[in-house]
Nanobody, 121 residues
């Protein structure tokens, strides 16, 4: 029904930048919140940043001032610009979206497959 496809992860040196993208496709009527979560080895998944359909944003304290989330409502895509990366940012990053389907008008939460970000010290 709905797919979230992420791209943009990889290996980067500390201090570098990466841009993650997540495109939603399928039987979409509307998208409410879109966001990024991350999970480091041995740790729980945590919210990194999210953005509402109205453009309001929230960030984890650990990434404020370094990461920026944005979305293209026409393309159903959310982006995460990550600057000044540090070793502690190393994790699998997951796209998340709350999507209302055309077929039943109900909102569901979807997850992407994850993209790995590795920051070398």
């Amino acid at each position: 029904q709905v797919q979230l496809v992420e791209s943009g992860g990889g290996l980067v040196q500390a201090g570098g930048s990466l841009r993650l993208s997540c495109a939603a496709s399928g039987n979409i009527f509307s998208i409410n919140v879109m966001g990024w979560y991350r999970q480091a080895p041995g740790k729980q998944r945590e919210l990194v940043a999210r953005i509402t359909s109205g453009g309001s944003t929230n960030y984890a304290d650990s990434v404020k001032g370094r990461f920026s989330i944005s979305r293209d409502k026409v393309k159903n895509t959310v982006y995460l610009q990550m600057n000044s990366l540090i070793f502690e940012d190393t994790a699998d990053y997951y796209c998340n979206a709350v999507i209302r389907l055309k077929e039943d008008g109900v909102e569901y939460r979807y997850w992407g497959q994850g993209t790995q970000v590795t920051v070398s010290a």
